[in-house]
């Protein structure tokens, strides 16, 4: 059972300053994606990343995928208040059906940047 | 752009009462999902569906059961609702494995918030 680990769960940062959330996987996979959450609303895609060694950025997030090590993290670089909002990590894994494929998630890490 | 609806923002049923969630998406995707979302949990797949008339059951489908007669539309149904299931219902959709363009990215609908008194 493919488990996804997040961390940490909560994070309250300084606007300015860098950090990394960690997700962590249990079964190989050669994909992962991250999502954003703000309050009350749903989730939007930001990063779908297709290989080991994948990157991607937009803006001050910058993504990466290490499938070696099951790992992926999500760097924020210089933070604003504007990236406050729970980020999420997914795993995909496939069902018993012909061509079923779904995602778990991590538990989210909610960030708060403080001015 | 991809969009995925669902047919009511917020909910209020009584105890007992048959509920249904209705999702439907316009980007002829062929998976769809019902999750739930609560505080300290994450999200939790109840039911996906890979094609019409096609389920499988999800971490926790007790309790619930889907209904997918064509591909654009996917309900959930609570036979009975109880207090337990109140909660925040998301449904998403994804392009089918080995589908030209896909990366089995999930689309996110605006979510129910159902409430059982």
């Known amino acids: 059972e493919l488990k996804v680990e997040q961390n940490p769960l909560f994070l309250s940062m300084q606007e300015g300053k860098n950090y990394t959330i960690y997700c962590n996987y249990s079964?190989?996979?050669?994909?992962l994606y991250w999502y954003r959450q703000d309050p009350g609303k749903s989730l939007e895609s930001l990063f779908v990343l297709l290989s080991n060694g994948a990157v991607k950025q937009e803006g001050r997030l910058m993504a990466s995928l290490d499938t070696k090590a099951r790992l992926s993290t999500l760097h924020i670089t210089a933070a604003v208040h504007d990236l406050s909002a729970t980020y999420f990590c997914?795993?995909?894994?496939?069902?018993?059906?012909?061509?079923?494929?779904?995602?778990?998630f991590g538990k989210g890490t909610k960030l708060s940047v403080i001015p | 752009d991809v969009k995925v609806t669902q047919s009511s923002r917020y909910l209020v049923k009584r105890t007992g009462e048959k509920v249904f969630l209705e999702c439907v998406q316009d980007m002829d995707h062929e998976n769809m999902f019902w999750y739930r979302q609560d505080p300290g949990l994450g999200l939790r797949l109840i039911y996906f569906s890979y094609d019409v008339k096609m389920k499988e059951k999800g971490d926790i489908p007790e309790g619930y059961s889907v209904s997918r007669e064509k591909k654009e539309r996917f309900s959930l149904i609570l036979e009975s609702a109880s207090t337990n299931q109140t909660s925040m219902y998301l449904c998403?959709?994804?392009?089918?494995?080995?589908?030209?363009?896909?990366?089995?990215?999930?689309?996110f609908g605006p979510g129910t918030r159902l409430t059982v008194l």
């Open positions: 079964t190989t996979s050669d994909r």
């Open positions: 998403a959709s994804s392009l089918g494995q080995g589908v030209a363009g896909s990366y089995n990215e999930q689309f």
């Open positions: 997914a795993a995909p894994s496939k069902g018993s059906g012909a061509g079923s494929y779904q995602l778990t």
